[in-house]
């Protein structure tokens, strides 16, 4: 059976996700089969695997970055909020059904043996398991069925390193404090401290490595700078979402819908050089961009209801009235069209019209598509003719049939109305050859030539995990956490 370490956090946010998956990569430099592991995941960014199945969007990077398909068996749960009270549950990569959340705290126990059968499954495959708990180890209200961070650490007798935020301050509190919450037993799975997210000269906080070790009895594994490196967050706390501003020639502006999901979509025109993607909430912050993007959404009728609300469904309809390319990707895609409806209460029920800038309808059923996907966009007019013949990967993950009555966007289907285009593809802008095309339109519409390099974002990712690993095991002590794997409990 494999050995394992546990990363958890004092908080959401702490970096969790990016320090597995740079043990997942560093561990795989150094020759060892390794694998990711999250038992529970709450998140609207999802990702679909080679057979099917819908994980959190973290664990595929964390797979990536250990050079293996991922697969359920790394997020057995995962929780995808459809309101501010209940989620749908996704139980090995399948959807369980909707739930809300005090009926889910009162019998997520009983997916215990879903969580050991995909863990024993991995530990009977791999070197290593390097797992991610989930926000705090010390919301006293939730731990006593806790099944993600110490509850899963003692099933699987997983040593845990525990890891705090300097960059949002009280990183003290935040270390000491969870420490003292934590029962004895709880305590001694804690093998060290990490403290994340540093910025400027490490060599100061010496002292507060000595006070730390002495107030907590812990080691300190390392202090991690911020590293600047571009890869998707799937957390709904990202910094990505706090962009309001353009500050590139091209100005991408992304509707930020209430339940957005997968805004990792569009993280790939942020390796442009002159690019710029900003998210955008009220009319008056909307301008006028060069693209509008409308994302996907775990709620599409209720986002709808809220552009009306806002006002940005007609600051939207202004900018392509006026010539602005408008593209929706899945939610976004059904919110262009004609109308929504939900007969059968799938997501929330009720119907509305849609923005009306694409030629299709579309009716919720329970039916979930779940696929990954290759495709080519047609022969089409318009701004977007820019993607005749392009090819693209992908994946499709909604509820939902759409109806199109005008023009087809790609061989998998989609929707195309003059400046206007849609479709289900996550991931569509990822090919260099989509990606690199777009860029380059929007610089010709504005009488400028795009001299930059055009890169497909896997190739891209895969560097920047590289430099992420990089930046960590220079910054962690190595040896220690090696010794912490192979001691274990």
């Known amino acids: 059976m494999a050995k394992n370490i546990m990363l958890q956090g004092t908080m959401s946010n702490v970096g969790k996700?990016?320090?597995?998956?740079?043990?997942?990569?560093?561990?795989?430099?150094?020759?060892?089969?390794?694998?990711?592991?999250?038992?529970?995941?709450m998140a609207l960014n999802s990702f679909i695997t080679p057979d099917g199945a819908e994980i959190g969007r973290a664990q595929a990077l964390q797979a990536e970055a250990a050079g293996i398909e991922p697969s359920a068996m790394m997020n057995p749960i995962l929780l995808k909020p459809t309101t501010n009270i209940g989620?749908?549950?996704?139980?090995?990569?399948?959807?369980?059904?909707?739930?809300?959340?005090?009926?889910?705290?009162?019998?997520?126990?009983?997916?215990?043996?879903?969580?050991?059968?995909a863990y024993n499954t991995l530990a009977s495959r791999y070197d290593i398991i390097v797992i991610e708990g989930a926000g705090s180890p010390v919301e006293l209200n939730l731990k006593a069925d806790d099944i993600v961070n110490m509850g899963l650490a003692k099933l699987v007798r997983a040593p845990v390193l525990l890891v705090g935020d300097i960059d949002r301050g009280g990183v003290f509190a935040q270390l000491i404090g969870t420490l003292q919450l934590l029962e004895n037993d709880e305590l001694d799975l804690v093998k060290g401290l990490i403290v994340n997210k540093f910025r400027g000269d490490i060599s100061l906080f010496r002292e507060g490595i000595d006070i730390l070790e002495e107030r907590s009895d812990k080691r300190v594994a390392g202090v991690v700078p911020y590293i600047s490196c571009d890869l998707e967050d799937e957390d709904s706390l990202s910094e990505k979402l706090m962009i309001k501003s353009s500050g590139g020639v091209i100005d991408i502006a992304v509707i930020r819908l209430p339940k957005i999901s997968n805004f990792t979509d569009f993280d790939v025109f942020g390796q442009y050089d002159g690019a710029s993607v900003r998210y955008v909430t009220k009319p008056s912050e909307l301008g006028t961009p060069d693209m509008v993007i409308i994302p996907g959404t775990k709620s599409t009728i209720a986002d709808m209801k809220w552009l009306d609300d806002t006002g940005l469904a007609d600051a939207v309809k202004v900018c392509c009235s006026e010539g602005i390319p408008v593209f929706g990707i899945c939610g976004g895609y059904q919110i262009m069209g004609k109308a929504i409806s939900d007969p059968e209460n799938s997501e929330c029920g009720g119907s509305i019209g849609g923005l009306g800038l694409l030629d299709c309808e579309t009716v919720f059923?329970?039916?979930?598509?779940?696929?990954?996907?290759?495709?080519?966009?047609?022969?089409?007019?318009?701004?977007?003719?820019?993607?005749?013949?392009?090819?693209?990967y992908g994946y499709e993950v909604h509820m939902g049939i759409t109806v199109n009555n005008g023009d087809v966007l790609t061989d998998c289907g989609g929707s195309l109305s003059g400046n206007s285009a849609g479709c289900y593809v996550h991931g569509i802008f990822d090919s260099a050859d989509v990606s690199g095309r777009l860029i380059r339109a929007l610089y010709k519409r504005k009488g400028i030539t795009f001299s930059g390099e055009i890169i497909d974002r896997r190739k891209y990712r895969d560097m920047q995990l590289d430099l992420l690993a990089d930046n960590v095991r220079r910054n962690l002590n190595i040896e220690m956490i090696y010794r912490i794997i192979e001691e274990g409990l």
């Open 87 to 117: 989620s749908q549950v996704i139980v090995n990569g399948k959807v369980r059904g909707n739930m809300r959340a005090s009926d889910y705290f009162r019998h997520k126990k009983e997916l215990i043996p879903d969580i050991m059968a």
């Open 365 to 392: 059923t329970p039916e979930k598509r779940q696929t990954q996907i290759t495709g080519r966009f047609g022969n089409i007019s318009g701004f977007f003719s820019c993607l005749s013949g392009a090819e693209f």
């Open 17 to 41: 996700s990016f320090l597995t998956a740079a043990l997942c990569r560093i561990l795989r430099q150094d020759g060892y089969s390794v694998a990711p592991f999250k038992s529970q995941n």
